[in-house]
């Protein structure tokens, strides 16, 4: 069963976590993100700053775009655990 966390508790490490976050015209969106950090942002190159640090999301296969999530999704069917 999944259960949704503030975004606040959402790991920060690379992991690709499921977040939610509404659009400029109010739909709400669920989409897998991860938290980019700057030094992480400028090894790819570019003109990146501390304000391009955040969620990142993908749109489709070639764009991304920063959003503020407002929670993120736990799902513990998704975690292997020893039985």
């Known amino acids: 069963m999944r259960k949704e966390h503030p975004i606040s508790t959402a790991p920060q490490d ?3 976590v499921t977040v ?10 669920e989409s897998p993100a991860r938290y980019r950090q700057l030094a992480q942002l400028q ?3 570019g003109d990146w ?3 391009d640090s955040g969620w990142w999301v993908f749109l489709d296969s070639t764009t991304q775009k920063k959003v503020t999530p407002t929670a993120w999704i736990e799902n513990p069917d ?4 020893d039985d």
Request: charged content about 40%; overall charge negative; glycine content about 14%.
């Open 78 to 81: 998704d975690e292997t655990e």
């Open 20 to 29: 939610l976050w509404t659009d400029f015209d109010g739909q709400i969106n």
């Open 14 to 16: 690379g992991r690709t």
């Open 43 to 45: 090894k790819a190159g």
């Open 49 to 51: 700053d501390e304000n």
